[in-house]
């Protein structure tokens, strides 16, 4: 009778060379502004499958990662505005050739699905709108919240919206205004399109909109700059591109 000894061994063998193959697999960390998380949770998971690396991601605004980083987080990789990552490569926290644009996107207006949509066709239309409200959702850290905070001082609004304002801590203002705490949201459009409940109304006028440019960075002295690399050439691939567009991001073209 044959012995199943050799037959085990190469089973053991097997297992061994699959452990080993995992173990030796990057783990990634990546630190990723809000606007992007929709396109991440599509996409990461094919990567993963075809590199063999582990992503670990987490997700906060573009200002709360500025602030973990300045606190000394230290993930491989992160995703916010092309201002911030400017500010992280001039304190030495990012690595300057690393820079890697990736998608860009504006502010719109969102209502609860099925809500009447108010017209905000230009600046006068939108201030209107704005002033008609009974509350408006918007962040407090985000990116959106912060510009939009601005635009109210530079509309002449700001003391009138004050009682309408719902500041959120973080979030979507699309959730808000679909519990029906606000009936207007302000964020960046592919926030608006990431909440189930909400509809966008549209984005805002040309002459007071926002583009805001999504950038990925490595940091210094990351041990997985190669595997960050790799991440941004996937982004960059035609089947990546369509998805930040389905998203509401306009994909950086290379």
Same mark, same amino acid.
């Given at each position: 009778?044959?012995?199943p000894?050799?037959?085990?061994?190469?089973?053991?063998?097997?297992?061994?060379?699959?452990?080993?193959?995992?173990?030796?697999? =990057?783990?990634?960390?990546?630190l &990723? !502004?809000?606007?992007?998380?929709?396109? @991440?949770? /599509?996409? *990461?998971?094919?990567? $993963?499958?075809a590199?063999?690396?582990?992503?670990?991601?987490?997700?906060?605004?573009?200002?709360?990662?500025?602030?973990?980083?300045?606190?000394?987080?230290?993930?491989?990789m992160?995703?916010?505005?092309?201002?911030?990552?400017?500010?992280?490569?001039?304190?030495?926290?990012?690595a300057?050739?690393?820079?890697?644009?990736?998608?860009?996107?504006?502010?719109?207006?969102?209502?609860?699905?099925?809500?009447?949509?108010p017209?905000?066709?230009?600046?006068?239309?939108?201030?209107?709108?704005?002033?008609?409200?009974?509350?408006? =959702?918007?962040?407090?850290?985000? &990116? !959106?919240?912060?510009?939009?905070?601005? @635009?109210? /001082?530079? *509309?002449?609004?700001? $003391?009138?919206?004050?009682?309408?304002?719902?500041?959120?801590?973080?979030?979507?203002?699309?959730?808000?205004?679909?519990?029906?705490?606000?009936?207007?949201?302000?964020?960046m459009?592919?926030?608006?399109?990431?909440?189930?409940?909400?509809?966008?109304?549209?984005?805002?006028?040309?002459?007071?909109?926002?583009?805001?440019?999504?950038?990925?960075?490595?940091?210094?002295?990351?041990?997985?700059?190669?595997?960050?690399?790799?991440?941004?050439?996937?982004?960059?691939?035609?089947?990546?591109?369509?998805?930040?567009?389905?998203?509401?991001?306009?994909?950086?073209?290379?």
């Amino acid at each position: 009778m044959r012995s199943p000894l050799p037959h085990a061994l190469f089973i053991l063998g097997a297992i061994a060379m699959t452990t080993a193959t995992q173990g030796n697999a =990057a783990e990634l960390k990546l630190l &990723a !502004s809000t606007a992007v998380k929709t396109v @991440l949770d /599509e996409v *990461l998971e094919q990567h $993963e499958r075809a590199s063999g690396d582990k992503i670990t991601v987490s997700i906060a605004s573009s200002a709360v990662i500025m602030q973990k980083l300045k606190a000394g987080e230290t993930p491989d990789m992160v995703i916010l505005t092309k201002e911030g990552i400017a500010e992280l490569i001039k304190d030495g926290k990012v690595a300057a050739d690393s820079r890697a644009e990736l998608a860009s996107a504006g502010l719109g207006i969102a209502v609860k699905r099925g809500a009447p949509k108010p017209d905000i066709s230009d600046v006068e239309a939108l201030k209107k709108t704005l002033l008609a409200s009974k509350s408006v =959702a918007y962040t407090a850290s985000g &990116a !959106s919240g912060l510009y939009f905070a601005q @635009l109210l /001082e530079k *509309l002449g609004i700001a $003391e009138a919206m004050k009682p309408k304002s719902n500041v959120l801590k973080s979030g979507l203002a699309g959730d808000a205004v679909g519990r029906g705490e606000s009936d207007i949201g302000v964020q960046m459009i592919s926030e608006i399109l990431a909440a189930p409940t909400a509809e966008l109304v549209g984005p805002f006028p040309a002459e007071v909109q926002s583009t805001m440019v999504f950038t990925a960075g490595t940091l210094t002295g990351s041990a997985r700059s190669n595997e960050a690399k790799a991440l941004v050439t996937y982004f960059r691939t035609p089947a990546v591109a369509k998805v930040f567009k389905d998203k509401g991001l306009d994909p950086v073209v290379r």
